[in-house]
């Protein structure tokens, strides 16, 4: 089976301040690759998707994540964080029968 | 009006309890998905559903059962509750293989 890392389990940034959160996957072919936001007391929201093609993918919300198939990673990143950012954030991947394996999260905190 | 909704928002029962949690959604979408989150552990399918004549079983269906009344609605049952089932419950629903999900709010259900 398919399986996604998430390294840490908090980040804690200034606001302002450039973000990377790390992904790791396994997965033997080409895999489908998702990052999903959660803010407090909501559902997930989908922030971008990687299939094939560009390696760089943007988001909504001015995420964007990398592709490195000889890594395995799936980083999202931020230029410059906002208050609003503070969330929970899930690395997920595309696995058998259609399903999709979530990570366990990344809990974001900003400093003002 | 919210595309996918999930009734009730919250519960409290107690062990032993049969409760069903319910989830519609507006969408038209022919999949549909029960997550558990748990803090920590990110979220994991419990069953799943493609069109209503096909229901499947995800990584921890033991101790719940599901039910695909129509397109629209797909009901979660603990037929008997017990406390380690306290969790928050999500629904999704997708459009076709490993796109897009979107997620109903969440029930947090307690049994004591």
């Known amino acids: 089976a398919q399986s996604v890392t998430q390294p840490d389990i908090h980040i804690t940034v200034s606001e302002g301040a450039s973000l990377e959160l790390r992904c790791n996957y396994s997965?033997?072919?080409?895999?489908?690759l998702f990052w999903y936001v959660q803010s407090p007391g909501q559902g997930l929201q989908l922030l971008l998707k990687y299939f094939s093609g560009d390696t760089l993918v943007q988001g909504i919300k001015g995420f964007e994540a990398e592709f490195k198939r000889s890594q395995s990673s799936f980083n999202l990143r931020k230029p410059s964080v906002h208050w609003s950012d503070a969330a929970e954030y899930f690395c997920?991947?595309?696995?058998?029968?259609?399903?999709?394996?979530f990570g366990k999260g990344t809990r974001l905190h900003i400093l003002p | 009006d919210a595309d996918v909704t999930q009734t009730p928002r919250n519960r409290i029962t107690k062990t032993g309890k049969r409760i069903m949690l319910e989830c519609s959604q507006t969408k038209g979408h022919d999949r549909m998905y029960w997550y558990r989150q748990d803090p920590g552990l990110g979220l994991r399918l419990i069953y799943y559903s493609f069109d209503v004549k096909d229901i499947n079983k995800g990584e921890i269906s033991d101790g719940y059962s599901v039910s695909r009344q129509a397109q629209a609605k797909f009901s979660l049952s603990l037929e008997s509750a017990i406390p380690n089932q306290t969790a928050l419950y999500f629904c999704?629903?997708?459009?076709?293989?490993?796109?897009?999900?979107?997620f109903g709010p969440g029930t947090r259900l307690t049994v004591l």
């Open positions: 997920a991947v595309g696995d058998t029968d259609d399903k999709i394996i």
């Open positions: 997965y033997g072919a080409t895999p489908y």
């Open positions: 999704a629903t997708s459009a076709y293989s490993y796109n897009e999900q979107f």
